[in-house]
Nanobody
Framework: QVHVVESGGGLVQPGGSLRVSCAAS????????MGWYRQAPGKQRELVAI???????NYADSVKGRFTISRDNAKNTVYLQMNSLKPEDTAVYYC?????????????WGQGTQVTVSS
């Protein structure tokens, strides 16, 4: 059993900052990569940022230069630092973990955390 839990969402004003965290726990041999996705009302879920076990990162064009993804491998935790937030960043943010397990590579999702950017 693998659990993925996000935390740190909330309400922030435009131009503000927020950090969300995601911790994976359970029967994990190792984690290949962890990432953040988001889904706004009426829109499809989209990739925000991912980070591999080696530290390589990839960002959506819409967040480059504003968001930073990082991870603590020892804690199986990934962070997303969001700066210069815009109203269009409002969405439910989901954490995704792809991990090595006894059944082979498996993908796990968290329950999501709401981020609202509004004045």
């Amino acid at each position: 059993q693998v659990h993925v839990v996000e935390s740190g969402g909330g309400l922030v004003q435009p131009g503000g900052s927020l950090r969300v965290s995601c911790a994976a726990s359970g029967s994990i041999d190792s984690i290949y990569y962890m990432g953040w996705y988001r889904q706004a009302p009426g829109k499809q879920r989209e990739l925000v940022a991912i980070i591999t076990s080696g530290g390589s990162t990839n960002y959506a064009d819409s967040v480059k230069g504003r968001f930073t993804i990082s991870r603590d491998n020892a804690k199986n935790t990934v962070y997303l630092q969001m700066n210069s937030l815009k109203p269009e960043d409002t969405a439910v943010y989901y954490c995704n973990t792809v991990a090595a397990t006894a059944r082979g590579p498996q993908s796990y999702w968290g329950q999501g955390t709401q981020v609202t950017v509004s004045s």
